[in-house]
């Protein structure tokens, strides 16, 4: 795969001396698809597969940057080429309280209830880290804040939520993207860093990397 708006120079793949690889460190394709939405494809995707257990205490914000960090420096340990990696992290909590990742039912149902009527905070932090091979390249890492209030759910609009399934992979059990929109009152703050990349401050930190691959 190449950039959509300037790959590598001479179309094989492989980093040019002008521009290194653009490596995406996710599994998710809700990133790939955000990333396209900017007029980027990443030259491969090699997610990190971490244990993404919050340390004891660990509070929402210093947790999500940590992931984002963590998974961008193991995809730029294994990387030999010269490239940049690009990693993500959502983490959704109200107040302490860090939501799981919902990955069944129940767990779904619980978050969906939690969620029911309140406001809650998504926190999306994106790390870039460059191989070892590009020296050129430099960390960096931001966490944007969202809020987002969802209205009362009956028990009934919660079974009908999970019965659709798009609560699955999703931190806090809903997709805002999908089905839960129609429940979703107020967002305040980046709806893309919500669904998993923040595109404003993506793009600013790509457009300060002499990789030039945003104008
Ligand atoms: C709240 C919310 C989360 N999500 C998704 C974004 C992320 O994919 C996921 C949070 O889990 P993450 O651990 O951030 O990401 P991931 O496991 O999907 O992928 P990887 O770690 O390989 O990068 O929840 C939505 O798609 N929509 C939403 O409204």
Redesign the pocket.
Known sequence: MTSAISGPDDGSGAASASRPLLVLA???P??LSLLAQIGLTPDRVD??DLD?TPAPRELPLPYARRLAVE?AAVVAARTDEPALIL????V?SMGRRIMP?AEDRDTARTCLELLSGRRHT?VTAVALAPSGAWSEGRRCVRAVETTVTFSRLTERQIEGLLDLGDWN????G????GHAASFIRFVSGSPSA???LPLFETAQLLRGQKGAWLT
């Open positions: 996710s599994a998710s809700r990133r997610a990190a993404e998974k990693a993500a992290d959502t959704v990742k998504v992979g999703k931190a806090g809903y997709a805002l993207q919500v669904i998993g």
